[in-house]
């Protein structure tokens, strides 16, 4: 039984298709387009619009996508803040037809510091394409 479900497992996980892995880096890709427009809310089109989405950074928990959205822009309040991003993705794995992780590498280069860190996202492959329903961001300062 344990055999059956190992494979089972297997399969499912492998089901993903290589143009899912595609997509996933484009989300991420066109996210760090926006971000470099300085256009937070063409970045957040990469989350989940829902209530249930949960961001983590800082020691602090965000739920729901309005709520991120608005800390997004609280914190970052012009270009200058912004910076311009830099994704470096480490792992994008895919965990079913339906959900997959990515691990990586931010960075933030600005005039006066290059704040950078980890991530971990979750993402969930909805009829309108892969969004991000989970997001974990680390600080390496």
């Known amino acids: 039984m344990r055999f059956i479900l190992s494979v089972l497992f297997i399969i499912l996980a492998t089901a993903?298709?290589?143009?899912?892995?595609?997509?996933?880096?484009?989300?991420l890709g066109n996210q760090q387009a926006?971000?470099?427009?300085?256009?937070?809310?063409?970045f957040m089109q990469g989350y989940?619009?829902?209530?249930?989405?949960?961001?983590?950074?800082?020691?602090d928990i965000t739920y729901g996508y309005a709520e991120t959205l608005a800390r997004y822009q609280q914190r970052y309040g012009d270009a200058a803040q912004m910076g311009k991003l830099?994704?470096?993705l480490i792992e994008v794995q895919t965990l079913s037809k339906r959900n997959a992780m990515v691990f990586g590498r931010w960075?933030?280069?600005?005039e006066k510091d290059e704040p950078n860190g980890l991530f971990t996202l979750t993402l969930e492959k909805f009829s309108?394409?892969?969004?991000i329903t989970r997001d974990h961001t680390s600080s390496a300062d």
């Open 128 to 131: 309108d394409g892969w969004k």
């Open 48 to 59: 989940w619009q829902d209530p249930a989405l949960r961001f983590a950074s800082g020691g």
């Open 107 to 110: 960075r933030l280069h600005r």
């Open 34 to 42: 926006a971000w470099n427009r300085a256009d937070i809310p063409g």
């Open 86 to 88: 830099e994704f470096e």
């Open 16 to 27: 993903v298709t290589a143009s899912d892995e595609t997509e996933i880096r484009t989300l």
